[in-house]
């Protein structure tokens, strides 16, 4: 089936089933993302990272019918406003869970570095000569302080 046909066929659905499709679609996704919340906070990256092609796939389910939403709201409105309504409701908790989850991600990320740059600096501390130079003070090369680590800030 061709992108457009499957379009065709979601415009053509009865209004509540396109509201319930994208209702359950939201809720999934709601779902995925409050685990991958929960798993971060708990400090358990590899888990929520293993949630991610879910995350991925719900998403575009999701934003492929909230388009067929947007292009039938009108319908919508008229056959079906009680289910419009919730779908609506459902996307403001999206937008709350999404705030959420992007905010945890972020002190994940930010936690990471922190800890791969302590950890970078002792090693190049361990590594630093323990001799004395010729002012009477023990050498110190900044430059070498993360010799062989390095951080990817992709996270």
Avoid: I
Wanted: aromatic share 2%; glycine share 6%.
């Amino acid at each position: 089936m061709t992108a457009a046909a499957r379009l065709a066929a979601l415009d053509a659905l009865p209004a509540e089933d396109l509201c319930n499709h994208a209702e359950t679609a939201l809720a999934a996704l709601v779902d995925v993302m409050n685990q991958e919340t929960t798993l971060l906070r708990a400090g358990h990256m590899r888990e929520a990272g293993r949630l991610t092609p879910d995350k991925t796939r719900l998403a575009q389910d999701y934003v492929t019918l909230a388009r067929a939403v947007q292009r039938q709201n009108q319908r919508l409105a008229a056959e079906a406003p009680a289910a419009l309504e919730r779908l609506r409701a459902g996307h403001e908790s999206l937008a709350t869970q999404m705030a959420e989850n992007l905010r945890v991600l972020a002190t994940a990320k930010t936690v990471t570095e922190d800890v791969l740059t302590d950890v970078a600096r002792l090693v190049g501390q361990q590594d630093r000569a323990k001799t004395y130079g010729t002012g009477g003070q023990v050498a110190a090369d900044p430059a070498a302080a993360a010799r062989g680590l390095t951080v990817n800030r992709a996270l």
